[in-house]
Structures are given as structure tokens and as C-alpha cells.
């Protein structure tokens, strides 16, 4: 079935500091592929998504690239904030399924 | 509504009592999911709806939890006889599209189930 492998934390970095936080799945076909973030004691909210091979998707900062030759959807932000602070979920529905398969989530904490 | 609705916010009960779970959809969304987050367990699925039916219960870990919806709209979660394991929170989510390419799935805020 499928499944999603992401970074396990948690993970501390200053402010202003790089972020990659590692997702890798493994579907048939071609799954979409979401990252969700989950403010503290607040729901779940997409952050970014991507459906095809190569595609890029970007919100507030944050990038993620689809490579199905490595079937990763890794996060990625240039500078990060202390209102990043969260725990991120990479997530996929597989080609044709109507549910999310979530990896475990990564707590990111941001320090002044 | 402009997003997903749950209530209550927070529960706590005693074990061994009922609880339901209320679930307000996005207007016009046909799918309708419920997942629980407990520490050290990350999301997990436990129904879907398509309208009012629920081809998929397939994660609902017991018969004391079951779940219905109506007027393809609101749904209730509902826990019979609880345990301190259902401590979680619960999830309620929807969407437009199920199936299709990027579908995106919206999430509520959550129910905090406390079973002391």
C-alpha cells in the first residue's frame, strides 16, 4: 500500500536559519503529493501541493519540488521564522484514492 | 460554511460514557473524512463518506465507534462506553473532488477528547 517516510525530529533551528525537512513516499501511478503544517492547538492547513512529476509548489516561503526519480517531496524554506514553529505532515493520495496517507510529522521549533 | 466546523472544541468525560462528535463540512463538499491524532500514533484514518454513505469504515478501531451522516452535510461521531486509550483528538475534513488529481482535502480544527 502506500506509505510516506518523513524526517524524524524534533528539529530546533534559529531564526533566519535554512530548513529541509525530508519526505519520500512510496505509491503506484502518480500519487498528489501535499505538505499540511499544524500550528500549536490549532488544525491541520495545507501549506503546498504538487500533482505531476517536477512541479514545484510554494506557499509563504516554503517550497517543495515532486521528483518521482527519487519519490521525495522534500520541504524547503530559505529563512525561517519563529511563526514557523509547527509540526509539518507530508502527505499523498494515491492515483484514483480519495484519502491522505500522512507521514508521522516533523516538530519544528524556531528560535530567536 | 467557509470552512470545516467541529464541536465541541474540547471534551472531557468520564470513562464509560457516551460522547458524540459533531462534524460541519465546507458547503458543497461531497466527501466527508474523520481521522484521529493521538500522541505517538500520528493521523490516523477512520471513515470516509460519499454523500450520506460510507463505503470506507475501515479505520474505525472498534464497534464502540461508529459515525453517520446526513443530508449529505453534517456528521456525527459518535464513541460508546469510552476508554482512556480514546483519548485523541478527532479530525473532521472534506473536499470537492475525492479522487481527482490534487484533490484538496480541508481540515477543522479539531475535538480534543479527554476520557478521564
Known amino acids: 500500500g502506500d506509505s510516506v517516510t518523513q524526517m524524524e525530529g524534533p528539529v530546533t533551528l534559529s531564526e533566519e536559519a535554512f530548513l529541509t525537512i525530508n519526505c519520500t513516499y512510496t505509491?503506484?501511478?502518480?500519487?498528489?503529493l501535499f505538505w499540511y503544517v499544524q500550528y500549536p492547538g490549532e488544525g491541520l492547513q495545507l501549506l503546498l501541493k504538487?500533482?505531476?512529476?517536477?512541479d514545484k509548489g510554494s506557499n509563504k516561503g516554503f517550497e517543495a519540488t515532486y521528483r518521482k526519480e527519487t519519490t521525495s517531496f522534500h520541504l524547503e524554506k530559505g529563512s525561517v521564522q519563529v511563526s514557523d514553529s509547527a509540526v509539518y505532515f507530508c502527505?499523498?493520495?494515491?492515483?484514483?484514492?480519495?484519502?491522505?496517507?500522512f507521514g508521522k510529522g516533523t516538530k519544528l521549533s524556531v528560535i530567536p | 460554511g467557509a470552512g470545516v466546523s467541529q464541536s465541541p472544541s474540547n471534551k472531557v468525560t468520564e470513562k464509560g460514557k457516551d460522547v458524540e462528535l459533531r462534524c460541519d463540512p465546507i458547503?458543497?463538499?461531497?466527501?466527508l473524512y474523520w481521522y484521529r491524532q493521538s500522541l505517538g500514533q500520528g493521523l490516523e484514518f477512520l471513515i470516509y463518506?460519499?454523500?450520506?454513505?460510507?463505503?470506507?469504515k475501515s479505520g474505525l478501531p472498534s464497534d464502540r465507534f461508529s459515525a453517520e451522516r446526513t443530508g449529505g452535510s453534517v456528521s456525527t461521531l459518535t464513541i460508546q462506553r469510552t476508554q482512556q486509550e480514546d483519548s485523541a483528538v478527532y479530525l473532521c475534513?472534506?473536499?470537492?473532488?475525492?479522487?481527482?488529481?490534487?484533490?484538496?482535502?480541508?481540515f477543522g480544527e479539531g475535538s480534543w477528547l479527554t476520557v478521564v
Open positions: 458547503s458543497g463538499h461531497t466527501a
Open positions: 505509491a503506484t501511478g502518480y500519487p498528489s
Open positions: 504538487a500533482t505531476k512529476a517536477d
Open positions: 502527505a499523498l493520495t494515491g492515483a484514483g484514492s480519495y484519502q491522505l496517507t
Open positions: 463518506f460519499q454523500g450520506n454513505s460510507a463505503p470506507d
Open positions: 475534513a472534506s473536499s470537492a473532488s475525492p479522487g481527482a488529481v490534487g484533490n484538496t482535502i480541508y
